[in-house]
């Protein structure tokens, strides 16, 4: 009998895998080949110079041809490998110049279990109440937040759906995080509310319905901008609206043009003049309420405030997805008719003026634990130099926006990274690329790993602590 190949330990994360010749570990980012661990995916290296698509450059080969690398060629975290344990310094340094000023750097796939995924979703359909429950595949893995202007908005992850439940919550959050980070479809599932198909830059599948248009404003919004548009073609106006619904006559926007009462009544609660909450409960009819008829919303005229037979009557929705029209009978009773080819026109415009429904995907880490030492031996200088802005943070090569306060928290558009750009280990935590810049005074002046700074010729040569190659892509 023969021994069976030895197994290696890799640890380059918390979970230390054993790992046997021509496999890989738990994360399927580092592997066992010929007896030392590798990094599985290359460096990535963004160049305005190179064309999309890219080459590979080997790193620390013995065949590197020595093929020059492009000279604006900026190193990414993608690949690089980790500060863990974060004793040691980050995997890539690298000193150039940039406008005469000699600056570093400092390159490392930092370890998030503090993380999580904000989600704008463009539509005017009601997903769920406020704080109600999002699951994947049963699994709670985040909440309904504050809806804003025209979008749902969506938290997944977090450090308490990561470690603080069962280990089927952290792991789908996981996998449902690195999912949605590197531009993958995600089905979520909201307590009391919809499915919702959600992918980075393309529009949301609500209930199996992918939705067109995300709406122009609120129903008084709408009136302000279109209310010159329906004048002499209209008597009255309604824009029916979950948030705010807005009537032409009553609306300061209509006062201003001269646009007489018409004696309508509004069922819901008068904010300003006409402006209304509250006229339905939200839902998926028109706009964003549960109204398939907007009647509904309609009291009794009154004659004695300018309602007289004949009076025509837009109802249309903020997107303009949905609009009737009616006329008052001799009773006053809205009766339907067909839209007048010259307010088709108007109904047109606000289609118009609606923007794409789209996902947006931004993930948000908290950078200020440990990874701090494999930049600088005094960690709290780095944070210090992050929020002052003279060290500039980027995730994969794309600008971050850094919350103000304390630690370096930070947020950035999935979309803005080369493919792939996420990982993770199954602790469970996602692995998001970073990069400080800053000068090299101030870096050595927060006490900065002066010994492991490397030009990139060097770092294209010695390559990082594990073996690895680099792709040179287009910058985004």
Not at 50 to 76: C, K, L, M, N, Q
Request: aromatic residues 6%; hydrophobic residues 40%.
């Amino acid at each position: 009998m023969t021994d069976a190949p030895e197994k290696i330990r890799c640890d380059a994360c918390p979970v230390m895998c054993y790992i046997a010749p021509g496999q890989t570990g738990a994360c399927d980012r580092y592997a066992n080949a010929g007896g030392r661990i590798v990094r599985t995916d290359p460096v990535v290296m963004l160049s305005h110079t190179v064309e999309s698509g890219g080459r590979i450059v080997p790193f620390a080969a013995r065949d590197w041809d020595g093929a020059p690398v492009p000279a604006d060629a900026f190193v990414t975290g993608i690949g690089s490998g980790t500060t863990y344990p974060d004793y040691k310094p980050a995997p890539f340094i690298i000193a150039s110049q940039v406008d005469g000023a000699d600056m570093v750097t400092v390159v490392t796939e930092a370890i998030f279990s503090y993380c999580g995924v904000k989600v704008k979703i463009d539509t005017d359909r009601f997903l769920g109440p406020e704080g109600a429950v999002v699951r994947v595949e049963g699994e709670p893995v985040g909440h309904v937040t504050t809806a804003e202007y025209g979008s749902q908005m969506i938290s997944i992850g977090g450090v308490h759906h990561l470690t603080g439940g069962t280990k089927a919550e952290g792991r789908v959050t996981c996998a449902a995080m690195l999912a949605l980070c590197n531009g993958e479809a995600v089905e979520l599932a909201i307590d009391d509310g919809s499915t919702v198909l959600v992918q980075a830059g393309q529009a949301p599948i609500v209930d199996g319905v992918r939705e067109r248009r995300m709406r122009v404003g609120c129903g008084s919004a709408t009136i302000g901008m279109f209310a010159m548009q329906w004048q002499g073609l209209v008597d009255e106006v309604v824009v029916v609206d979950d948030h705010i619904t807005g009537v032409v006559s009553e609306h300061q926007a209509g006062k201003v043009i001269g646009w007489p009462p018409t004696g309508i009544r509004i069922k819901g609660h008068r904010s300003t003049p006409g402006r209304y909450f509250r006229v339905s409960e939200p839902g998926q009819g028109w706009g964003g309420t549960r109204l398939t008829d907007p009647l509904e919303i309609l009291g009794e005229w009154n004659p004695k405030k300018g309602a007289r037979p004949g009076l025509r009557l837009l109802m249309v929705s903020t997107t303009g997805e949905q609009f009737a029209y009616y006329v008052l009978d001799d009773s006053l009773r809205p009766v339907p008719q067909d839209l007048p080819q010259d307010l088709k026109a108007s109904v047109e415009l606000i289609d118009e003026n609606c923007e794409s429904s789209l996902c947006t995907v931004l993930f948000v880490g908290g950078a200020g634990g440990s990874l701090r030492a494999g930049v600088a031996k005094n960690p709290v200088r780095l944070t210090r130099s992050v929020q002052a802005g003279a060290t500039r943070l980027t995730s994969g090569g794309a600008e971050t926006y850094i919350w103000p306060g304390g630690g370096i928290t930070f947020m950035v558009d999935v979309t803005r990274l080369p493919k792939g750009a996420f990982g993770h280990v199954p602790t469970p935590a996602l692995v998001a690329p970073l990069e400080f810049t800053l000068s090299r005074a101030d870096y050595l002046a927060m006490g900065g790993h002066e010994e492991n700074i490397r030009t990139l010729d060097q770092s294209v040569v010695e390559g990082g602590e594990y073996p690895t190659a680099a792709r040179v892509e287009a910058w985004p």
